[in-house]
């Protein structure tokens, strides 16, 4: 079993950047794909990014692809989220997930394990 805490969001204004990071309590953080969903007022939870457990794959979304990067520090039991170019529809509260089967999937009722979120807010 897992603990996630995430940590690092805030409010920013329209191109502006931040760095979301998740860090992780519990034995074999290393053995989990990890994966950022965010989810907006009124909406569903949606995919952002994930990493395999060696961090050698990486997958985002469409609306994310070339603005956001995921990465994982197994040995200090992190994930990072950088997110750069940042528009007033990044807004949410993003949430870090852990997923203990290595689906490599892109769908929130395929993660085991979730943080508590942490707001992102991008003015105009």
């Known amino acids: 079993q897992v603990q996630l805490v995430e940590s690092g969001g805030g409010l920013v204004q329209a191109g502006d950047s931040l760095r979301l990071s998740c860090s992780a309590s519990?034995?074999?953080?290393?053995?989990?794909?990890m994966g950022w969903f965010r989810q907006a007022p009124g909406k569903e939870r949606d995919f952002v990014a994930s990493?395999?457990?060696?961090?050698?794959?990486?997958y985002y979304a469409d609306s994310v692809k070339g603005r956001f990067t995921i990465s994982r520090d197994n040995a200090k039991n992190t994930v990072h989220l950088q997110m750069s170019s940042l528009k007033p529809e990044d807004t949410a509260v993003y949430y870090c997930?852990?997923?203990?089967?290595?689906?490599?999937?892109?769908?929130?009722?395929?993660?085991?394990?979730w943080g508590r979120g942490t707001q992102v807010t991008v003015s105009s």
């Open positions: 990493i395999s457990r060696g961090a050698s794959r990486t």
């Open positions: 519990g034995r074999g953080f290393g053995s989990y794909y």
């Open positions: 997930a852990a997923d203990a089967y290595g689906s490599e999937s892109t769908l929130s009722h395929d993660y085991d394990y």
